[in-house]
Structure formats: structure tokens, C-alpha cells
């Protein structure tokens, strides 16, 4: 039995930017016959799961729903393709691990990314060369304007560049993924730090487990452990411009790292921010990490107005310098940039 109400609920150690917060109602979803009742309410409703996109910049205004949706299964399409369906509040490295143990082809890049499996649709994961979109087959969703439960397909989830149908329309409760995997695929080794990785080891010899390893190793040389380090990965996504604007930037910085995306260009926010000295500079308790400049992170004492200053004079300082207006990655609670 769940759906019990906790009131003036602690959010700090439900989000992994950790910021101080407090939910006027906290619910945890561990039932989907719940579903009707939790929802069922005048208030504004957050959906959470992992907390690893979602950073309290001050508190929520209404009922807080924990997706806490358990539950995976592996099931033999044929003789190389297997479908998963995870539910969305199984953790994300868990599948990953799971499917990468079983010799499964698909998901070893994508691991080690905090959050939940119901986040991963919502902005469309993706690093080191792949994305969600790549393996989804279709979503489990409860749809708040009907009252159904049914699976949308992949092409109708409207996936792009850290972004969904979901992220945008309020009306979809996330309830399970479905993925297509394989026993044959081999590896995507086109991120270029990757294959270095694993220069003089034959494609042919690699399992999922050394390409999963080998991501593993970039991302802790890189990005910080949620876990020692409150953050929530990357702060801003890489803006997308035409190839005009582009060609003009690039004249001007020709490392700027840029490439191309359903014919536009996506150029390094990172390097960016980095080439303007904000490694390890921080306001309050919000710091910009020291190896990578597109993460910040929480020293402990950061306040949601911390960040939000600190985010700003970010933004700003690329805005003047490089003409290009960076937005915020995670979804901001209680605030705004
Ligand atoms: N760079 C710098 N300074 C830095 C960090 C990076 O100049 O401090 C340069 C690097 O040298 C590289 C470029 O910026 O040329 C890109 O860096 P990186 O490969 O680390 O990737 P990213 O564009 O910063 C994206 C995703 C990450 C994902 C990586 C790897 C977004 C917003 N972020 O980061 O995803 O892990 O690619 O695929 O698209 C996340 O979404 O939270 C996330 C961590």
C-alpha cells in the first residue's frame, strides 16, 4: 500500500543536485492502480523519478508523485533480437548492467548515466555516439486527458536532441519502455575518445562488457559522481544553430567543436564556457566542475538562488561573447533562468 500523503516532504535527497527543498505533498507511485487517485488533485503535480534531471530551484508548488514503478523482463523476439520492457522506476545503470551481463548488444554506451528508465524518453539520453532514440521501440504511458494506459511507438515520441513529446506535453504519465536489443549488433565506437579507448582491440573480439567498461572510464575521468559530488550532469544543452551562424562562429574560433545535426550544427557549449574561464569558478555553494566545464555542481551549501546566479552569469557572459543563448538541460523546479 503506498499513496500515503507526506506532507511538508524533504526533496534534498530526492534530486542529485541535492538543493534544499520542501513538497507540500509527496507521494511514491509503486502501483499503477494508484495512478487515478494519486492524480486526482487540484494541485500542480511533479512527476519525479531518479531526481538526476531535476534540480529544486525553489520549491515545487503542489503535489510531488515519486515514480517508484519496479519491474524488467528480457524476451526473445528471434534468434538475435531481444525485447526489454523495464518499468519507470527501475534505475537506468541497473538495465544497462543487466543487458550488458547478458551479452546484449545496445545499451553499453548509455551507461553509467544517472536517473530513472522513465527519464530516459523524456529528454532522449544519449552519449558517446548513441541515443535512446537508436534502441526505443515504444513507450507505456497513462494519459491524463482520457484516463487510458496504452503504448505510443517510437515515431510517434517526437525523440530529437534531449527532447520528447513528454518533455513537453504535461499529459503523459510515463509508466514502462520497451527497446529492441541484439546478440549481433557489435560496437558504436564513433566517439572518438571511446575507440581511442580501445585502440588495438579488434571490433570483432569486443563484447558489450569492454565497450561498457571503456564508457565507464571516460565518464569518471570526466563528470562527477552524484553520489560524492551533488549535480545533475550536463547544466545547459549544446546549442543548435544554422550552418550560416556557424560558419561565421567558426571563422572567428576555429576549434569551436560543432557537428552536424539534421542539417543544422550543434556547437560545444562546453568549450565555450571553458574558453571564458568558468572552470571551477562558483557563486555560493554552486561551482562549475573543474574537469568539465558543462557540469555544476553543488559544494554542499548551495541554495536553488545560487545556482540560478551562477547559471546566469553563464549564460550571459556566452550570450555577449558568442552570441549564442545557452538553455538549461535539466528541467528547473520552482524557478527559472
Ligand atoms: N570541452 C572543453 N572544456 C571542457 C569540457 C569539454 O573544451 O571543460 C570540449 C571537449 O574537448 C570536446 C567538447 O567540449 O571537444 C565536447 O565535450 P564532451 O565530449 O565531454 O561532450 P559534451 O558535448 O560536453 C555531451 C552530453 C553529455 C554526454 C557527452 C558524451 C549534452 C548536453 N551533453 O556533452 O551528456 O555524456 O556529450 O556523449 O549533450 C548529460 O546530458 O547530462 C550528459 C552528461
Redesign the pocket.
Known amino acids: 500500500m503506498t499513496a500515503e500523503l507526506q506532507r511538508n516532504a524533504d526533496l534534498g535527497p530526492l534530486s542529485t543536485f541535492r538543493l534544499p527543498a520542501r513538497a507540500a505533498e509527496l507521494a511514491v507511485l509503486d502501483d499503477v492502480a494508484d495512478l487515478p487517485r494519486l492524480l486526482d488533485t487540484e494541485r500542480e503535480l511533479l512527476l519525479l523519478g531518479g531526481g538526476s534531471n531535476t534540480l529544486f530551484v525553489g520549491d515545487p508548488a503542489g503535489r510531488v508523485v515519486l515514480n517508484r514503478l519496479l519491474g524488467r523482463r528480457f524476451h526473445d523476439l528471434d534468434a538475435d533480437r531481444v525485447l526489454v520492457e523495464a518499468a519507470a522506476g527501475e534505475d537506468w545503470h541497473k538495465l544497462v548492467e543487466d543487458a550488458v551481463a547478458r551479452g546484449l548488444w545496445g545499451l553499453e554506451n548509455l551507461t553509467l548515466i544517472p536517473g530513472s528508465v522513465g527519464a530516459a524518453p523524456m529528454q532522449n ?5 548513441v541515443e535512446l532514440a537508436d534502441l526505443l521501440d515504444a513507450v507505456e504511458v497513462f494519459d491524463r486527458a482520457t484516463g487510458q494506459t496504452g503504448w505510443i511507438g517510437v515515431a510517434d515520441c517526437a525523440l530529437g ?2 527532447t520528447s513529446r513528454f518533455k513537453n506535453e504535461d499529459r503523459y504519465v510515463l509508466l514502462a519502455v520497451r527497446l529492441v536489443l541484439t546478440r549481433s549488433a557489435g560496437p558504436r565506437l564513433d ?1 572518438p ?1 571511446l575507440a581511442e579507448a580501445l585502440t588495438g582491440r579488434s571490433p570483432a573480439e569486443l563484447r558489450p562488457a569492454d565497450v561498457a567498461n571503456a564508457v565507464m572510464g571516460i ?1 569518471r575521468s ?2 562527477p559522481d552524484p553520489a560524492l559530488r551533488p549535480n ?3 547544466f ?3 546549442p543548435v544553430v544554422d550552418a550560416a551562424r556557424a560558419d561565421e562562429l567558426l571563422a572567428r574560433n576555429p576549434e569551436l ?1 560543432c557537428w552536424e545535426i539534421d542539417g543544422r550544427r550543434k556547437l ?4 565555450m ?3 571564458l574561464g568558468w ?1 571551477g569558478r562558483s557563486i555560493g555553494g554552486a561551482r562549475v566542475y573543474d ?5 555544476l555542481t553543488n559544494d554542499g551549501s548551495a541554495t536553488g538562488a545560487d545556482v540560478l546566479a551562477l547559471a546566469r552569469a553563464i549564460r550571459d557572459s556566452v550570450g555577449e561573447r558568442f552570441g549564442v543563448t545557452l538553455e538549461p ?1 535539466p528541467r528547473l523546479v520552482g524557478g527559472a533562468l
Open positions: 539520453i544519449g552519449a558517446y555516439g536532441y534531449r566517439y575518445a565518464r570526466k563528470l545533475a550532469g550536463s545547459f544543452k549544446n567543436p560545444s557549449a562546453a568549450w564556457i571553458d574558453r572552470r574537469r568539465h566545464a558543462l557540469v538541460e
